[in-house]
């Protein structure tokens, strides 16, 4: 028999978490999107999952689209960062504050 | 105990992608270097590969190591050599106070939560689904022909708008990444105009040298 599923829904569980706190914690844009990334991978890993128990391929076909839109966000994302870095020679969040009141 | 219970080589296969996971996972939020925490991400990327190898999900783990692993690393690398390595991360400077704290006590509540939840939950399986006619999932070649029939019968619509979120994205990052002319500071104006008219912009940075080179060049 096939490892059952929720050793793999525990382990995107951990990936999830790991993602989360990097995005929580750490403060230069491009590792905080790297760590969107893994949460991104973590939920795909899920749909797989449960495409494989449920034998049905939505799972996967939902897999492929969200592929397609995190390859969008980071071209855009990562031309956002670019962008900022040229008015503000860094990619550190906390410096990005002229919105606070 | 296992090995009574589930296949051997499954069980390996799942602690090899388990380990690649977990170990790349962390090696991105660890790491100082952007550079470091880029390759660290291939490998929790190639883990994520395994495990859909591992569910019937060939195609996709394919297109994880060519889109994610090819590209979008690639596209991080390319970014970070781009703005110049920064290692100014400062640990132990905390502008938020207790932050790194609730965000890890949030982050474990909630895995906790999810895992307990997964835990006490019967999910439904051996059940065939009717969007593969009824048939189990195929591995290797019929993978792909299931995933394809899917792709362009149920969620034509949808795949056809990703092409326009693709161009989209493209025009957008285009535009974002343009140096933005009128943005300079005001006495650079008549410099940069002169520079449309053909000359050579004296000062500036080499990006936007090779930008208009690269113009002048197509035009």
């Known amino acids: 028999m096939t490892v059952p599923a929720s050793w793999y829904l525990v382990l995107a569980a951990v990936l999830f978490g790991i993602g989360a706190f990097g995005v929580l914690t750490r403060r230069s844009a491009l590792i905080m999107f790297m760590c969107i990334e893994l949460m991104l991978n973590a939920v795909n890993l899920t749909f797989v999952t449960f495409a494989?128990?449920?034998?049905?391929?939505?799972?996967?076909?939902?897999?492929?689209f969200v592929m397609v839109v995190a390859a969008a966000e980071v071209t855009v994302g990562l031309g956002i960062v670019v962008a900022v870095f040229r008015r503000r020679e860094s990619t550190s969040v906390d410096e990005l504050s002229e919105l606070q009141g | 105990m296992f090995a009574t219970t589930y296949a051997i080589p499954d069980v390996l296969v799942f602690a090899g992608a388990a380990?690649?996971?977990i170990t790349g996972a962390l090696g991105v939020i660890v790491m100082k270097n952007p550079v470091h925490s880029a390759?660290?991400?291939i490998l929790a990327l190639l883990g994520v590969a395994v495990a859909f190898l591992a569910q019937?999900?060939?195609?996709l783990a394919a297109v994880e190591i060519i889109v994610y692993a090819g590209a979008i690393v690639v596209l991080f690398l390319f970014v970070i050599m781009f703005l110049g390595v920064d290692k100014s991360n400062h640990p132990h400077v905390e502008p938020l106070v207790g932050q790194r704290w609730l965000a890890a006590m949030g982050v474990l509540v909630t895995m906790a939560g999810v895992i307990t939840l997964m835990a006490s939950s019967h999910w439904v399986s051996g059940v065939l689904s009717s969007s593969t006619g009824g048939v189990a999932l195929a591995t290797g070649a019929g993978n792909v022909t299931q995933l394809g029939d899917s792709v362009f019968t149920t969620y034509l619509l949808s795949f056809e708008a990703t092409a326009g979120l693709l161009i989209i994205a493209v025009v957008g990052a285009v535009l974002l990444a343009r140096r933005e002319r009128p943005a300079d500071s005001d006495d650079d104006v008549d410099v940069t105009g002169r520079v449309d008219g053909g000359g050579e912009e004296p000062e500036g940075e080499w990006w936007v040298v090779n930008e208009q080179t690269s113009e002048e060049v197509d035009s």
């Open chain 1, 52 to 64: 494989r128990t449920m034998s049905d391929i939505g799972g996967q076909t939902t897999v492929f």
């Open chain 2, 19 to 21: 380990l690649l996971i």
């Open chain 2, 39 to 41: 390759l660290s991400l």
């Open chain 2, 56 to 59: 019937n999900a060939d195609f």
